[in-house]
């Protein structure tokens, strides 16, 4: 086995990524909450501004609801991230220089071994989020997945989901691009990264967002027949929860990208630290 690709430099990425990711998405959490509904639910409840439609489902429904499945969502973002970032920092240290194609070619590479790996997470944290089904627990919604719907079930969404490993692949690759800029100018920091870090998601998460509204649909196990229908009779619908995800994807990346940079040089300059001591 490689040093390269297994070592403590590269554990202590994953694990500021899978902590900065929990935090972002703790942070914001009702605004993915409105916009699963508003990709998923054909009613015409949810058309307004992102605000209005976060109240009046507080008021209607209650402040719980925009946090229902948060748990075991935090549960399936670690480990997705965990995953996603030692992939990633572990085949950029495997290969010599750094470029905005080999960010894009490595980032595709570790959201596809991703998505393989815990796509039946986030079909279960859909239902869940949606209260579609009763699933007491993560693990319990995976046995019981799987006893009504098979293998196929867990795995349903998994098509768009490969396709969308292309968001964070273009995340990181313009991410890690400004982020070489700002460090040739000297001025690259934690706040720098949290500006970075909103520019990124928000390209990426604009020039795949028809894909993540396909994706959502089959993830929750409801039928595209009547989104295919709206689309032609209003091709904008493609975009419909979009200004609810760019607000929550940009405002957890930018939040993610600051934690995991603190977290990276604090682990790194302590380890570093003890090095020199011995």
Same mark, same amino acid.
């Given at each position: 086995?490689?040093?390269?690709?297994?070592?403590?430099?590269?554990?202590?990425?994953?694990?500021?990524?899978?902590?900065?990711?929990?935090?972002?998405?703790?942070?914001?959490?009702?605004?993915?909450?409105?916009?699963?509904?508003?990709?998923?639910?054909?009613?015409?409840?949810?058309?307004?501004?992102?605000?209005?439609?976060?109240?009046?489902?507080?008021?209607?429904?209650?402040?719980?609801?925009?946090?229902?499945?948060?748990?075991?969502?935090?549960?399936?973002?670690?480990?997705?991230?965990?995953?996603?970032?030692?992939?990633?920092?572990?085949?950029?240290?495997?290969?010599?220089?750094?470029?905005?194609?080999?960010?894009?070619?490595? &980032?595709? +590479? /570790?959201?596809?071994?991703?998505?393989? #790996? !815990?796509? @039946? *997470?986030?079909?279960?944290?859909? $239902?869940?989020?949606?209260?579609?089904?009763?699933?007491?627990?993560?693990?319990?919604?995976?046995?019981?997945?799987?006893?009504?719907?098979?293998?196929?079930?867990?795995?349903?969404?998994?098509?768009?989901?490969?396709?969308?490993?292309?968001?964070?692949?273009?995340?990181?690759?313009?991410?890690?691009?400004?982020?070489?800029?700002?460090?040739?100018?000297?001025?690259?920091?934690?706040?720098?990264?949290?500006?970075? &870090?909103? +520019? /990124?998601?928000?390209?990426?998460?604009? #020039? !795949?967002? @028809? *894909?993540?509204?396909?994706?959502? $649909?089959?993830?929750?196990?409801?039928?595209?027949?009547?989104?295919?229908?709206?689309?032609?009779?209003?091709?904008?619908?493609?975009?419909?929860?979009?200004?609810?995800?760019?607000?929550?994807?940009?405002?957890?990346?930018?939040?993610?990208?600051?934690?995991?940079?603190?977290?990276?040089?604090?682990?790194?300059?302590?380890?570093?630290?003890?090095?020199?001591?011995?």
């Amino acid at each position: 086995m490689s040093p390269l690709l297994f070592s403590y430099e590269t554990l202590v990425h994953a694990v500021a990524g899978a902590t900065g990711s929990v935090v972002g998405m703790a942070a914001f959490y009702p605004l993915d909450t409105l916009r699963s509904r508003q990709q998923i639910e054909d009613s015409t409840k949810l058309r307004g501004s992102t605000w209005e439609l976060l109240v009046l489902i507080a008021k209607e429904e209650g402040l719980e609801s925009l946090y229902c499945g948060l748990y075991p969502v935090l549960q399936s973002l670690s480990v997705s991230n965990f995953v996603y970032f030692y992939t990633f920092h572990a085949l950029k240290r495997s290969s010599v220089g750094s470029t905005a194609i080999k960010d894009l070619l490595f &980032g595709i +590479i /570790a959201g596809s071994l991703n998505v393989l #790996l !815990t796509s @039946p *997470l986030w079909v279960v944290n859909t $239902r869940i989020k949606l209260g579609k089904n009763n699933y007491k627990s993560l693990s319990g919604g995976l046995i019981e997945l799987f006893k009504k719907e098979g293998l196929r079930g867990l795995w349903s969404g998994t098509v768009p989901s490969l396709l969308l490993v292309s968001n964070p692949a273009i995340q990181f690759m313009v991410y890690e691009s400004l982020k070489r800029n700002f460090i040739a100018m000297n001025r690259f920091n934690t706040y720098s990264a949290f500006i970075i &870090g909103a +520019i /990124a998601k928000a390209i990426a998460t604009t #020039l !795949t967002y @028809p *894909l993540q509204l396909i994706q959502s $649909r089959l993830r929750a196990g409801t039928s595209l027949k009547p989104l295919y229908k709206d689309i032609k009779s209003n091709p904008k619908i493609i975009f419909r929860g979009l200004e609810a995800k760019i607000m929550q994807t940009v405002m957890t990346a930018a939040l993610m990208f600051l934690i995991y940079e603190k977290v990276v040089r604090l682990v790194l300059t302590i380890m570093r630290v003890k090095v020199n001591k011995h």
